[in-house]
């Protein structure tokens, strides 16, 4: 069974920085990409972060030069390191897994307060 854990998520000021993990566990066959999104309250899930399986990376404008999309094959983790964090960043964090099917986590709760 596939398994996509975040953690990393919290409370933290503007202008501070948080990284968050994503641990999977299970066997994907041919995971084309990983990425994370965001939910924030009465809003659309959208794409923060994409790392592809060729390590090409795609960020959304709101968040370039602020956060940084990463992985480590060996332990199966993606990393999203936020710096710079703004109060608009504040949203449910959720790793996804892309692959023939696509795979979610149940999300890590950034807040970033002014």
């Known amino acids: 069974q596939v398994q996509l854990v975040e953690s990393g998520g919290g409370l933290v000021q503007a202008g501070g920085s948080l990284r968050l993990s994503c641990v999977v566990s299970?066997?994907?066959?041919?995971?084309?990409?990983m990425g994370w999104y965001r939910q924030a309250p009465g809003k659309q899930r959208e794409l923060v972060a994409r790392?592809?399986?060729?390590?090409?990376?795609n960020y959304a404008d709101s968040v370039k030069d602020r956060f940084t999309i990463s992985r480590d094959n060996a332990k199966n983790t993606v990393y999203l390191q936020m710096n710079s964090l703004r109060p608009e960043d504040t949203a449910v964090y959720y790793c996804?897994?892309?692959?023939?099917?696509?795979?979610w986590g149940q999300g890590t709760q950034v807040t970033v307060s002014s």
């Open positions: 299970g066997t994907i066959f041919r995971i084309n990409a």
């Open positions: 790392i592809s399986i060729t390590g090409r990376t």
């Open positions: 996804n897994a892309d692959s023939p099917f696509s795979y």
